[in-house]
């Protein structure tokens, strides 16, 4: 008897090549991929902004066809039979299109009609799904109303009604809080593990790619690499260190990322996480003036210094220049030293619901002081409210010497705010925007032209000036609204999630010019769903439903985590705990 035939690839690409136009530009989005990924498990799709992930799962759900090349899904020629892929692949794109003004259950019952789920297998499917994303209790809810969190897994239970051989996420953990990732990625084992569907999953988060079988790595249409995740990263042995000194973390950071054999510097607890050229050990006496004190302790190499590494082996590393001229740093921030934000026992109600819900805290000049909190928890609330933006139901706020209940106006001209989502507008081109902001801020005549030429210069938006806002890729689009914040050099920087979504390398360029920023003495007042991000904090308060739970340095958050079993916490276990000693205190109250 014959051995029986493997089965074919859950994903195979050969020669796939993919443009767009997009006005005058021409974008290749996939250029000559050849790649196969296996049945069962998770293959996670990684790569910073623009490097083809979605236009890959499009191609793999048979909603585009490739300009040259083939595309099989499960043995099955996409180009020739889209609808044969399409009747066995579940695609939850980004931006699933759930119904805000229905329920959880009209929901699931409309993405059954759409799939020809016979309403006799609809009891027992939803059953499943309810349970296995915790919605059960929430069918009647409108999903309007849900949490971020709770959207994400309403749309993997919609695309889960009609059960698929292949599941492709695109992103589903993006702007979803710690616990709520951690929920996805539960429901996911039980699908890979329990249920054997295979899952292609694109994400941002690099801590997420090391719980993936294995990853195709994805920069400018091309592949740099696959495999399973451990071999990335036990490819970077002997090339991961941890940096301290008396000198602080951001300016050592600033001294040890211009060293040509460091390849990545970041934040990380107390110090700095260096990562180094291959076959280069610490070389102290690089650094000139030296710094006394320094240190270099070896750790365990993670996924994300080999990713990174292989990145900047393409695209070289680039210093971004002081954001703000030195001249204008004395006129940044009134006051000396002292507290730029003073929040009192505020409070905001919407009718019955309380959003926020009496939180007090202060923000020094030159800090940059983190909310952290689950989705629903009230940080964009507080935000809006400090900003001048809605109006608090009680307590008191001031904000640049200005109480915000007799004096907004005067505030606002202190400030600079970027939105969660990309707010600036998008039918306009990036010229217009910075013209448009630049006015707004009442820029006149060569200060006018002068910002707008910085702003174009420093975030390399010169050659998109035609480019229309909406078109950009995101991380031009996080570029384009920092600009825009900055024009009037606001001696305090509001930042709701600014780097949601947006590729490492992106993310580390957006901070670097934030550390800058606060170390020139603006004020930072940042909320993130990046973990790692809150490390970079001088201070954090962590949110749950409109209260502070905690606030500290970061270093004293993780260190109330510290067990026996887990003597070196991370931020995303503090958080996790911090989050759950409150639900358990609320249950047994």
């Given at each position: 008897m014959p051995p029986e035939a493997e089965p074919a690839p859950a994903l195979r690409c050969v020669d796939l090549r993919r443009r767009f136009r997009i006005g005058k530009r021409v974008v290749v989005a996939l250029d000559g991929i050849s790649v196969e990924a296996r049945r069962g498990g998770v293959t996670g799709l990684i790569g910073p902004d623009a490097a083809g992930k979605t236009t890959l799962?499009?191609?793999?759900?048979?909603?585009?066809?490739?300009?040259?090349?083939?595309?099989?899904?499960?043995?099955?020629?996409?180009?020739?039979?889209?609808?044969?892929?399409?009747?066995?692949?579940?695609?939850?794109?980004?931006?699933?299109?759930?119904?805000?003004?229905?329920s959880v259950r009209e929901n699931l019952d409309l993405y059954a009609d759409l799939q020809g789920v016979a309403p006799s297998e609809r009891s027992t499917r939803y059953a499943d799904l309810l349970h296995?994303?915790?919605?059960g209790p929430f069918t009647g809810r409108m999903a309007g109303r849900l949490s971020g969190g709770m959207k994400q897994k309403l749309g993997l239970a919609c695309t889960l009604v009609q059960p698929p051989d292949l599941l492709l996420l695109d992103e589903p953990t993006v702007g979803v809080d710690p616990v709520s990732r951690r929920e996805l990625w539960q429901i996911i084992d039980h699908l890979t593990r329990g249920l054997h569907t295979t899952v292609l999953f694109s994400t941002a988060y690099l801590d997420e790619a090391e719980r993936c079988d294995t990853v195709l790595l994805l920069h400018e249409g091309r592949l740099l690499g696959s495999g399973p995740p451990r071999e990335i990263s036990r490819a970077m042995e002997g090339r991961s260190f941890h940096a301290a000194a008396k000198l602080g973390r951001r300016k050592l950071q600033e001294r040890l990322a211009g060293l040509p054999w460091v390849v990545d510097a970041v934040i990380q607890g107390g110090g700095v996480r260096v990562v180094t050229a291959a076959g280069t050990a610490p070389d102290p006496a690089?650094?000139?003036?030296?710094?006394?004190?320094?240190?270099?302790?070896?750790?365990?190499?993670?996924?994300?210094?080999?990713?990174?590494?292989?990145?900047?082996?393409?695209?070289?590393?680039?210093a971004p220049s002081s954001p703000i001229p030195a001249e204008a740093r004395a006129s940044l921030a009134p006051g000396g030293d002292g507290e730029v934000i003073v929040v009192e026992h505020l409070t905001r109600r919407f009718g019955d619901f309380i959003a926020v819900d009496d939180i007090s805290f202060s923000v020094r000049r030159g800090e940059i002081f983190g909310l952290l909190g689950a989705n629903g928890a009230g940080k964009s609330t507080t935000f809006r409210m400090l900003c001048g933006l809605l109006p608090a139901t009680s307590g008191r706020l001031r904000v640049a010497g200005f109480d915000l209940r007799t004096a907004a106006a005067p505030a606002r001209g202190?400030?600079?705010?970027?939105?969660?989502?990309?707010?600036?507008?998008?039918?306009?081109?990036?010229?217009?925007?910075?013209r448009f902001f630049a006015s707004a801020y009442r820029l006149r005549g060569h200060r006018r032209a002068e910002r707008i030429a910085w702003a174009s210069a420093e975030f390399e938006l010169a050659p998109m000036q035609e480019a229309t806002a909406r078109d950009l890729p995101l991380g031009y689009k996080q570029r384009l609204a920092l600009a825009c914040a900055l024009m009037h050099e606001p001696g305090i920087l509001f930042l709701d999630e600014p780097t949601s979504g947006v590729d490492p390398l992106a993310r580390r360029e957006f901070w670097r010019r934030i550390d800058a920023l606060a170390e020139q003495g603006v004020t930072v007042l940042v909320t993130t769903h990046f973990m790692e991000e809150a490390e970079y904090c001088d201070r954090l308060a962590i949110m749950a439903q409109g209260r502070v739970l905690a606030t500290g340095e970061p270093e004293a958050i993780k260190a109330a985590a510290r067990t026996a079993t887990r003597p070196e916490p991370t931020m995303e276990d503090a958080f996790i705990d911090v989050i759950e000693a409150a639900a358990n205190k609320a249950l047994a109250a």
């Amino acid at each position: 008897m014959p051995p029986e035939a493997e089965p074919a690839p859950a994903l195979r690409c050969v020669d796939l090549r993919r443009r767009f136009r997009i006005g005058k530009r021409v974008v290749v989005a996939l250029d000559g991929i050849s790649v196969e990924a296996r049945r069962g498990g998770v293959t996670g799709l990684i790569g910073p902004d623009a490097a083809g992930k979605t236009t890959l799962m499009r191609l793999a759900a048979g909603l585009l066809l490739p300009d040259s090349g083939r595309i099989e899904v499960l043995g099955i020629d996409v180009a020739r039979d889209p609808l044969a892929v399409q009747a066995r692949v579940g695609y939850m794109p980004q931006h699933f299109g759930l119904y805000e003004d229905l329920s959880v259950r009209e929901n699931l019952d409309l993405y059954a009609d759409l799939q020809g789920v016979a309403p006799s297998e609809r009891s027992t499917r939803y059953a499943d799904l309810l349970h296995m994303t915790g919605l059960g209790p929430f069918t009647g809810r409108m999903a309007g109303r849900l949490s971020g969190g709770m959207k994400q897994k309403l749309g993997l239970a919609c695309t889960l009604v009609q059960p698929p051989d292949l599941l492709l996420l695109d992103e589903p953990t993006v702007g979803v809080d710690p616990v709520s990732r951690r929920e996805l990625w539960q429901i996911i084992d039980h699908l890979t593990r329990g249920l054997h569907t295979t899952v292609l999953f694109s994400t941002a988060y690099l801590d997420e790619a090391e719980r993936c079988d294995t990853v195709l790595l994805l920069h400018e249409g091309r592949l740099l690499g696959s495999g399973p995740p451990r071999e990335i990263s036990r490819a970077m042995e002997g090339r991961s260190f941890h940096a301290a000194a008396k000198l602080g973390r951001r300016k050592l950071q600033e001294r040890l990322a211009g060293l040509p054999w460091v390849v990545d510097a970041v934040i990380q607890g107390g110090g700095v996480r260096v990562v180094t050229a291959a076959g280069t050990a610490p070389d102290p006496a690089t650094l000139q003036p030296p710094v006394p004190d320094l240190r270099f302790t070896p750790v365990k190499p993670r996924f994300e210094d080999g990713f990174v590494a292989r990145l900047h082996e393409k695209v070289g590393r680039r210093a971004p220049s002081s954001p703000i001229p030195a001249e204008a740093r004395a006129s940044l921030a009134p006051g000396g030293d002292g507290e730029v934000i003073v929040v009192e026992h505020l409070t905001r109600r919407f009718g019955d619901f309380i959003a926020v819900d009496d939180i007090s805290f202060s923000v020094r000049r030159g800090e940059i002081f983190g909310l952290l909190g689950a989705n629903g928890a009230g940080k964009s609330t507080t935000f809006r409210m400090l900003c001048g933006l809605l109006p608090a139901t009680s307590g008191r706020l001031r904000v640049a010497g200005f109480d915000l209940r007799t004096a907004a106006a005067p505030a606002r001209g202190r400030i600079g705010y970027m939105a969660q989502k990309f707010s600036l507008y998008g039918d306009l081109s990036v010229g217009q925007n910075l013209r448009f902001f630049a006015s707004a801020y009442r820029l006149r005549g060569h200060r006018r032209a002068e910002r707008i030429a910085w702003a174009s210069a420093e975030f390399e938006l010169a050659p998109m000036q035609e480019a229309t806002a909406r078109d950009l890729p995101l991380g031009y689009k996080q570029r384009l609204a920092l600009a825009c914040a900055l024009m009037h050099e606001p001696g305090i920087l509001f930042l709701d999630e600014p780097t949601s979504g947006v590729d490492p390398l992106a993310r580390r360029e957006f901070w670097r010019r934030i550390d800058a920023l606060a170390e020139q003495g603006v004020t930072v007042l940042v909320t993130t769903h990046f973990m790692e991000e809150a490390e970079y904090c001088d201070r954090l308060a962590i949110m749950a439903q409109g209260r502070v739970l905690a606030t500290g340095e970061p270093e004293a958050i993780k260190a109330a985590a510290r067990t026996a079993t887990r003597p070196e916490p991370t931020m995303e276990d503090a958080f996790i705990d911090v989050i759950e000693a409150a639900a358990n205190k609320a249950l047994a109250a």
